[in-house]
């Protein structure tokens, strides 16, 4: 994988985008060549109207990101990465009309749109039936060792095991003499030299897979591994690398203290998450005022009791502050005490089902984002109530609370609606993951990828 900014990217996606990104450029200079031989001018160079062809590249991009046309799914799936990629040009292509017509420039014409759109429709379907295909075999994936044949090795296997895994596991090598639950495991007394074990089968990274490392640890072979150039990665980390969040049943915390994250550094990103959050938030409540001022009306006249409702959530450092949504569910809705939402649930309002599916009731919560109580993207802020029960059960939870929460975040965008302890348990290891490599790139392709569960309403309940 590539880390950028912190964040890990398969190399396979970096590859798939980098392509896409010369197939969209050349499929804009083609459109503006057709287009101006059929009109009978002379094309010029390409270097006079590059920073449009950027332009379209880049807003292709970003609604391919956005609609999930690099992830796993689309990875597996040619019949989905078809579908989600013409939802993402269609949008991108609207985008870029609108544009042009706020600012009255004629970088994009319809007509060049046009060709465009349909030759970058051409172009990256045939990058994925190509390249695609070929990224998809295991000459393409990481060669790891995993040096365990425990539970945790077990782990590994049935990750590696996954459609979209990214790395194949070439051997398992026992370190004690307990009985493996990998049964293919070799045992170490089995191999005389590791270090050349290791070269002979091609090994790229070794993982580090015990069960207890105490006065266990293999250090002579893992130094003499790691000075042939063979990446060596402890269990945790790895799957952190892996999955995109912070495995809560092996982490420690000598491993949240000594591991990379949490950095110091993150001052300048404060202040400009900080700016950018009120530059969106007053633009968008100036935008969407009619929009709530619409919903507020129907919520009041399709149930009783008021449009907007208060309730009192945990933000930084666990510092209470009152968020207002629009009410969708009945006023009574929790007379015997705080619940969890659940699936078709009978408290939503008929109105309240439509405005949770497209996140409108969410809407008015940008004013506390105005506010500073909140920021657009970070850990969703829970109930006192809930907290409390949460931080009894589950370890490190109040770490999430080192950062300020938001109305959208990295949980939110990975895993769907959770209304149970072992849900809030599966999100606090992806909000523990954000609040430890939390970047303004991680931000943007949260951001981003927030449009995918708007659209296709993943996680709305």
């Known amino acids: 994988m590539i880390r950028l900014f912190k964040h890990y990217i398969p190399h396979a996606v970096v590859l798939l985008w980098l392509i896409d990104l010369v197939l969209l450029i050349s499929a804009a200079e083609i459109a503006w060549r057709l287009r101006a031989g059929q009109i009978g001018i002379d094309p010029g160079l390409l270097t006079e109207r590059i920073w449009p062809h950027v332009g379209f590249a880049g807003m292709i991009v970003m609604a391919m990101i956005a609609v999930g046309v690099y992830g796993s799914d689309s990875l597996r799936s040619m019949r989905f990465a078809c579908a989600r990629l013409l939802v993402a040009i269609s ?61 945790r090795a077990d782990r590994l296997r049935k990750l590696a095991e996954r459609p979209e895994s990214g790395f194949v596991i070439v051997s398992y090598v026992g370190m004690s003499e307990a009985n493996p639950v990998v049964e293919e495991a070799i045992a170490r ?12 089968l091609g090994v790229s990274e070794v993982v580090l897979a015990l069960e207890e490392r105490r006065n266990s640890l293999p250090l002579k072979d893992l130094l003499r591994i790691k000075t042939t150039g063979v990446h060596v990665n402890d269990f945790s980390s790895f799957l952190e690398r892996e999955t ?32 950018f959050d009120i530059t969106a938030s007053a633009l968008l409540l100036l935008l969407t005022a009619p929009v709530i001022a ?18 009192q959530r945990v933000g930084l450092y666990g510092q209470y502050f009152d968020v207002i949504k629009l009410r969708s569910m009945r006023t009574d809705a929790e007379v015997g005490g705080a619940q969890w939402a659940t699936q078709n649930d009978q ?21 506390s984002v105005l506010k500073g109580e909140m920021s ?3 850990p969703r802020p829970e109930r006192p109530e ?33 209304a149970s302890i072992e849900d809030s348990r599966h999100k606090l290891e992806y909000d ?19 449009l995918r569960v708007v659209l296709w309403h993943e996680g709305a309940r």
């Open 347 to 367: 408290r939503v309002t008929r109105v309240g089902r439509f405005i949770r599916k497209v996140r409108i009731d969410e809407l008015p919560q940008t004013w």
């Open 432 to 450: 523990l993951y954000y609040a430890k490599n939390y970047t303004p790139f991680l931000d943007l392709l949260i951001l981003l990828q927030t």
């Open 294 to 311: 619409l919903f507020a009306l129907i919520v009041k006249i399709d149930s009783r009791g008021p449009a907007f409702f208060r309730q």
């Open 91 to 151: 949008l991108a292509v609207i985008a870029l009309s609108f544009i042009d017509f706020l600012g009255g420039s004629r970088n994009f014409w319809r007509s060049t749109l046009a060709y465009g759109m349909a030759l970058a429709i051409v172009l990256l379907i045939l990058n994925r039936l190509i390249v695609g295909g070929i990224l998809g075999t295991a000459s393409f994936r990481r060669r790891v060792l995993v040096l365990g044949a425990g539970m």
């Open 189 to 200: 007394t089995a191999i005389h030299n590791l270090t050349r074990f290791v070269e002979n």
């Open 244 to 275: 995109g969040r912070v495995d809560l049943d092996t982490v420690n915390p000598s491993w949240l203290i000594f591991s990379d994250g949490f950095s110091s550094g993150r001052a300048v990103s404060s202040v400009a998450k900080r700016i």
């Open 386 to 418: 809930f907290v409390s029960a949460l931080d009894d059960q589950l370890p490190y939870y109040a770490e999430r609370h080192m950062v300020k929460p938001g109305i959208t975040g990295w949980a939110q965008i990975n895993y769907p609606y959770g």
């Open 376 to 378: 657009f993207v970070g």
